[in-house]
């Protein structure tokens, strides 16, 4: 059987083309808005749903888990369904089931919207980006995949944390909301208008129940263990224990279940006989630690050490966002135009990262906007540059028949590398603030000179502005414990920004030497088939010596192309 996928549109119309990116693109921003508006707008969230810890954790890891969910199906429902159908049925779910939340404060209600919007924007992100593959030659796809980026990470990571702040302050969270309603309508219309994309005949596969089971009870084992695993101490809390067993346990049934279907299960392991996406897909775990965890790191900071309005918190990452995009631009240019290979602006991303987080680590509780923002601005010229190279290297030599599967498996891993990178960064921070506070407080004491000084000039100044001198001396030592606390906060803080830099410096040699181990090992399996086919030649004219009234030589050539393919496939064909 065979299923309708994407080739071209007519690449005689080009404004339909046009309106298929920018339909794509916006489609994209729905699920952008939609997968960070628990970053800024969770208190107030929480205070109109009259909702505990508990009960709202359900509302994050309900998004969550079936977004990465959504990952793993797509490919099976592209292989059932236009792709720009799947498109726009995606991007109207996820704007009406933002609708509906935006009317509503019963937390049962928006953890069911929350299940529809997750698994909507998976599918969409995945249908998104291999349309845009699918739909126009290769030699376009640097440009292409960085008008893509924008939608899918630069606006997650600046664009909307900025509008959401001042919505949040302006109005409320149901508007947050209520904003993804008209853009999923303008997208749905663009995609709609543009021009039908000629089908392509794909071998379709039965949808495999038990490998989609077991891989659903992974990830949301795993998405409920990295989010909520800081808030129970990790292992110290039985769910978390179980969760994380029961998870392993689905993960390698899933794996080998895979396994022993020979290529019928819902994994396509001939992904993996590609060196580049085989590089990519370990890239992607790091590439998604630093982009979730930075874009965690920066307005927490903003938010609980310098008190920044949401507003604030949000405009501060928005300047980052104009030299994310020039600079996914630029490394297009270069590669489209000047054939540079993807791989050389990853060196670039990686300092840029570093080198941002080191001067962010740095910060102190006087620190301002204008202190963070040149650390924040080579920020987004890193993200930039690092990540529409590893786009580019996982699915630039990926066929028609697996490339959905290329982009779902990367996009989890991404995700999946982004809620350790946070849930690792969260628990760093609490445990280095109690251990600051700890060490701090050992060393301010009453009997400390610098100590004495400082709670007897606090008392006097409260004493002058008509505080009783025994009130005053009691707030004398409140604020100073509240000194301690927030300076412990901000030591703690420096030490996740360094902790993000010293993951390149660890994972770089790792990924270097993985990217040599892999390039040995493709290499070491193509020459032994190289070899074996070309003895073929030699064996069939040794045939032809000892073999008298050979029909013709016409046949023999015959013969030796046939048997040459056949090698060709064999050695090919996965284990």
Excluded at 164 to 179: P, V, Y
Excluded at 340 to 357: E, K, N
Excluded at 376 to 405: D, H, P, V, Y
């Amino acid at each position: 059987m065979t299923a309708a996928l994407v080739a071209t549109p007519s690449r005689d119309r080009p404004a339909t083309g046009t309106l298929l990116v920018a339909g794509v693109v916006l489609a994209t921003m729905t699920e952008a808005i939609a997968s960070t508006v628990l970053s800024l707008g969770r208190g107030d969230i929480i205070g109109d749903t009259y909702a505990t810890p508990d009960e709202f954790a359900w509302l994050d890891v309900g998004y969550t888990a079936p977004k990465l969910i959504g990952f793993m199906a797509a490919a099976w429902l592209m292989s059932r369904i236009s792709p720009r159908n799947l498109i726009v049925g995606s991007t109207l779910v996820m704007g009406a089931a933002c609708a509906i939340a935006a009317i509503t404060a019963r937390l049962d209600l928006l953890v069911v919207l929350r299940v529809m919007q997750g698994f909507s924007g998976g599918v969409l992100l995945v249908a998104g980006q291999a349309i845009i593959f699918l739909a126009y030659p290769r030699r376009y796809q640097p440009i292409l995949q960085a008008l893509f980026a924008i939608g899918s990470v630069v606006a997650p990571a600046t664009i909307a944390p900025a509008l959401q702040g001042w919505l949040l302050d302006s109005q409320s969270w149901t508007w947050i909301f209520f904003s993804v309603v008209p853009v999923s309508l303008a997208a749905t219309g663009l995609v709609l208008l543009a021009d039908y994309p000629v089908p392509l005949n794909v071998a379709r596969r039965p949808f495999d129940w038990i490998g989609f089971s077991l891989v659903a009870t992974t990830l949301f084992c795993f998405t409920y263990v990295f989010s909520q695993g800081s808030r129970w101490d990790w292992f110290e809390e039985s769910r978390i224990l179980w969760l994380t067993v029961i998870g392993t346990a689905a993960l390698l049934a899933f794996l080998g279940q895979q396994a022993m279907g020979k290529g019928r299960g819902l994994l396509d392991f001939t992904l993996f006989w590609s060196e580049d996406f085989s590089f990519a897909f370990i890239v992607s775990f790091v590439a998604g630690a630093a982009l979730f965890g930075s874009a965690f790191l920066i307005p927490s900071f903003a938010v609980s050490v310098l008190a920044f309005t949401p507003t604030d918190a949000g405009l501060l990452l928005l300047p980052s966002g104009a030299l994310f995009i020039g600079a996914l631009l630029t490394a297009a240019f270069l590669m489209q135009v000047r054939r540079i290979p993807p791989i050389a602006t990853v060196p670039f991303g990686i300092l840029m990262i570093m080198a941002s987080m080191w001067m962010l680590s740095g910060s102190t509780i006087e620190s301002g906007a204008d202190d963070m923002m040149p650390a924040i601005l080579l920020r987004g010229l890193g993200l930039g540059f690092l990540f529409l190279s590893i786009t580019l290297i996982a699915f630039g030599k990926l066929n028609e028949q697996n490339l959905a599967s290329g982009i779902g498996l990367f996009n989890t891993g991404r995700q999946l590398g982004g809620l350790m990178g946070v849930a690792l960064l969260q628990t760093l921070i609490e445990n280095n603030i109690a251990a600051n506070v700890a060490v701090l407080g050992a060393n301010v004491t009453a009997g400390v000179l610098a100590v004495s000084e400082r709670l007897a000039a606090t008392t006097a100044m409260l004493a002058v502005k008509g505080m009783d001198p025994l009130a005053a001396g009691r707030a004398a030592t409140s604020l100073l414990g509240r000194a301690v606390a927030g300076q412990s906060t901000v030591i703690a803080f420096d030490t996740a920004f360094n902790a993000v830099a010293l993951l390149f410096v660890i994972a770089a040699p790792v990924l270097v030497a993985t990217k040599i181990g892999l390039s040995r090992y493709m290499r070491k399996h193509t020459e032994l088939p190289s070899l074996e086919l070309n003895a073929v030649p030699t064996l069939i004219a040794t045939t032809l010596d000892m073999t008298p009234n050979w029909p013709s030589p016409t046949l023999a050539s015959n013969v030796l192309d046939d048997r040459s393919r056949r090698q060709v496939e064999d050695a090919q064909a996965p284990a």
